[in-house]
C-alpha cells in the first residue's frame, strides 16, 4: 500500500485514540519552508487508558509514524520538526510573558515498525531501564526517542502501538483488540478505522 494511506490511517487512528485525553492537530505546519508534523499531541490530562501510547502522551509530543522503517534523512526531519515546533513554544512562552521550562517543550516519538541494530547504532538511539523494550533514546537533550514496535513486548500496554506494526506483529494485534469487550469504545473505533485501512 501507498505510505499516503498509511499515513492517513495512522494519523487517524492516532488522533481517535488520543482525542478524548487532550487537543489533538492533524498536519500542523510549522514555520520556515512549509513542513508538516504528522501529529501534534497537546493533553488536557494523561490518557493512561492507552497504555503505553498514553504514556508516551503525557507531555506534549509529535508523533510520527510510520509504515516501513525511517532511513536517516527521515529521522533528521523530524528532529527538524521538533526543533521548529519547539521555537514556536519558547516564542509564545516569551510573548505570553511565561517561562518555559527544558522539560514543557515537546517530544518526538518516532513510530517505526522496524529496525536494524545498525541504524539505532547510527542514530546512537539507547534503550533506558525506566522503559520497555522497543523504546531508544535518541539523547536526553534532543527530546527525541524511536519506538520500534516489533520490540514491544506483547502486552494490553503496548497493544495501541502495536496495532501500527507490519505483517504479524499488526495481525495479532488487530486479533487482540478484537477479543476486547465490544462495549469499549475504544475498542470500536479502531477497529473501524483498522478495517478502513
Known sequence: M????????AKQYLAGLLDPFGETTIGLEVTSEVRAIDLLFIPRTVPTALGLLG???AQPCLLEPYRNTPDPEAVRLCLLRLFIYQGDQKRTARRELQ??????LAVVWILTPTISRARLRGLHALPHPAWPSGVYFLGADLRAAIVAIHQLPVTADTLWLRVLGQGGVQRRAIQELLTLPEADPLRSDCVQRSYGW
Open 2 to 9: 501507498s505510505r499516503t494511506y498509511h499515513d492517513q490511517f
Open 99 to 104: 517561562n518555559l521550562s527544558e522539560a514543557a
Open 55 to 57: 504514556r508516551l502522551c
